[in-house]
């Protein structure tokens, strides 16, 4: 069963404007939760993180926001780039370990 | 630093046989997951090894087995190959356990059963 959901697979968007992704979990024993961004041929590389017992974590362009009580997380970037045209992956896991249950992914297109 | 590395790139096996891929895990980092991702789906983990011991597996059967090695290197083995799994398999490598160790994935091995 998909523990970590990740709804409408691509996403196109203006450069400049703000992208967001969406993800929902089902597992309660989750307490971080983590984006991951890939690019063909590569594999994916570590964006942003968040513990559960935070709302919101910001490292420049990104932002991601959680909702706890609706087991919901998001992705804010803005303003997006064209070089953020990638595949995002949103993941969780529980504190003692790092082994990472993943969406399916959503396909960001940057239009320029 | 050379970051995590696999090989081969791609393989294609048939129905029944056995595949062995490898990884090399990032320098200093002691340990090393597996994720198989089929396509169209997130990165499914598979199982992970710390200073040589199995820490951990994932929903697959015992067809799927592995190594990591006292240079933390691992190997994924794979017996009685299936249709289904082909996929790409990443390896991961992170300097521990814990959540907040990042881990950093390689580029993976596409297989391919036919």
């Known amino acids: 069963d998909q523990q970590v959901k990740q709804n409408s697979p691509s996403l196109s968007v203006q450069e400049g404007r703000i992208s967001i992704l969406n993800c929902d979990y089902t597992?309660?024993?989750?307490?971080?939760f983590l984006w991951y961004k890939k690019y063909p041929a590569e594999g994916p590389t570590f964006l942003i993180s968040?513990?559960?017992?935070?709302d919101k974590n910001e490292d420049g362009r990104f932002t991601v926001f959680l909702n706890k009580s609706a087991k919901h997380l998001s992705l804010h970037i803005v303003p997006s780039q064209p070089g953020d045209s990638a595949v995002y992956f949103c993941a969780a896991s529980s504190y003692g370990n790092n082994r990472l249950a993943f969406g399916k992914g959503n396909q960001v297109v940057v239009i320029p | 630093e050379t970051g995590v590395t696999q090989s081969p790139t791609h393989l294609i096996k048939t129905r029944g046989q056995q595949v062995t891929l490898r990884c090399s895990s990032q320098s200093g980092h002691n340990t090393v997951s597996w994720y198989q991702q089929a396509l169209g789906q997130g990165p499914q983990f598979i199982f992970q090894y710390y200073r040589e011991e199995e820490n951990g597996r994932g929903n697959f059967p015992p067809r799927f087995s592995g190594l990591q090695f006292p240079n933390y290197s691992s190997e994924l083995n794979v017996n009685a190959l299936e249709l289904d799994d082909s996929a790409l398999y990443l390896c991961?490598?992170?300097?521990?356990?814990?959540?907040?160790?990042?881990?950093?994935f390689g580029p993976g091995t596409r297989l391919t059963v036919t």
């Open positions: 597992n309660s024993m989750f307490d971080y």
């Open positions: 991961a490598s992170s300097d521990g356990q814990g959540a907040l160790y990042e881990q950093y």
């Open positions: 968040i513990s559960s017992i935070k």
